[in-house]
């Protein structure tokens, strides 16, 4: 995924460089952050990240990329920095949604799985005595909180970072994130808010397998996942030429969400479009649309 996606962004005339490589940051996770930035500008803005324009600004090869509406000249109707863009601050406002409910609900853990550049943990609104663990390879959460210690960040609850190469699950049995997380003071034997955002889709199907498998172990009842998929799986159709909603892993992806009613949770699948005519803005279906086979998968533990 990181290969692909970096050369197909070094040749798009809109992007230059390859973004990340010299701080350990994959071009995805500067892709979304980017998208945030944009969005953080809109005047009808799904989502706000203070902290997203600073993060991409961080890495020198991605500072040539627009941060502000105003710096796209076809707007919405460009298929990287308008389109794709509002799809991932859609996304982002969905997931933010999920997880804030989780917490009004009484879930004081909250686990970001693959976090990327994400400030969840500094931007949401929750309570006191919840505490977001942050999952990922060590250099990116490195990276991230460079940044973040260079701003006025402060966290608005407890912060655990774990550093962690989920996409080695399942075929490297060194590959244990369970024990860190526990380690870093978390309770399985209490409700969880899980976030799998964009992580799944970069993973081989094993890994995937894998990492909903710990998850399942370590979740309370009461306990809620949500994550993109891509049912079916195979190779994503990306009329863009950028290749960041491409699949890596082009075989038969794993049936999660009836893996996971089997293991006792209440699954349901939706389109991103839903969510466009839910908050009233966002991408709307386009003839060989590369989101149109993404599902956001929302699921409960009994």
């Known amino acids: 995924m990181t290969v692909e996606l970096t050369v197909e962004l070094t040749q798009n005339p809109g992007v230059s460089g390859t973004p990340g490589a010299a701080a350990g940051v994959e071009p995805a996770a500067l892709l979304v952050a980017a998208a945030r930035a944009l969005e953080t500008h809109r005047p009808d803005a799904l989502t706000r990240d203070p902290y997203a324009e600073q993060l991409v600004r961080a890495a020198p090869a991605a500072a040539p990329w627009p941060r502000h509406p105003r710096d796209v000249p076809d707007g919405e109707a460009d298929p990287l920095w308008g389109r794709l863009a509002r799809y991932f601050a859609l996304q982002t406002r969905a997931f933010d949604d999920q997880l804030l409910r989780a917490a009004q609900l009484g879930a004081r853990q909250i686990v970001l799985l693959g976090a990327g550049l994400d400030t969840r943990g500094y931007r949401l609104d929750l309570p006191d005595d919840c505490t977001v663990y942050e999952l990922d390879r060590p250099e990116l959460l490195t990276f991230k909180q460079r940044v973040l210690d260079g701003t006025d960040a402060r966290p608005t609850a407890r912060r655990r970072t774990v550093g962690t190469d989920l996409r080695a699950v399942g075929t490297d049995p060194r590959a244990d994130w369970a024990q860190p997380l526990t380690d870093a003071g978390f309770r399985p034997?209490?409700?969880?808010?899980?976030?799998?955002?964009?992580?799944?889709?970069?993973?081989?199907?094993?890994?995937?397998?894998?990492?909903?498998?710990?998850?399942?172990?370590?979740?309370?009842?009461?306990?809620?996942?949500?994550?993109?998929?891509?049912?079916?799986?195979?190779?994503?159709?990306?009329?863009?030429?950028?290749?960041?909603?491409?699949?890596?892993?082009?075989?038969?992806?794993?049936?999660?969400?009836?893996?996971?009613?089997?293991?006792?949770?209440?699954?349901?699948?939706?389109?991103?479009?839903?969510?466009?005519?839910?908050?009233?803005?966002?991408?709307?279906?386009?003839?060989?649309?590369?989101?149109?086979?993404?599902?956001?998968?929302?699921?409960?533990?009994?």
Do not use: M, Q
Not at 227 to 252: F, I, N, S, V
Not at 284 to 297: I, K, T, Y
């Open 189 to 302: 034997d209490r409700p969880t808010a899980w976030l799998a955002e964009g992580l799944l889709l970069r993973l081989p199907g094993a890994a995937e397998s894998a990492v909903l498998a710990v998850v399942d172990r370590l979740s309370a009842p009461g306990s809620t996942l949500a994550y993109e998929t891509r049912p079916g799986g195979g190779a994503t159709p990306d009329p863009t030429g950028l290749g960041p909603t491409a699949c890596p892993d082009p075989g038969p992806r794993p049936d999660s969400p009836a893996d996971l009613t089997a293991r006792g949770w209440s699954t349901t699948l939706h389109t991103p479009f839903e969510f466009t005519r839910h908050y009233g803005r966002g991408p709307l279906p386009v003839p060989d649309d590369a989101l149109a086979g993404h599902r956001w998968a929302f699921a409960v533990r009994s």
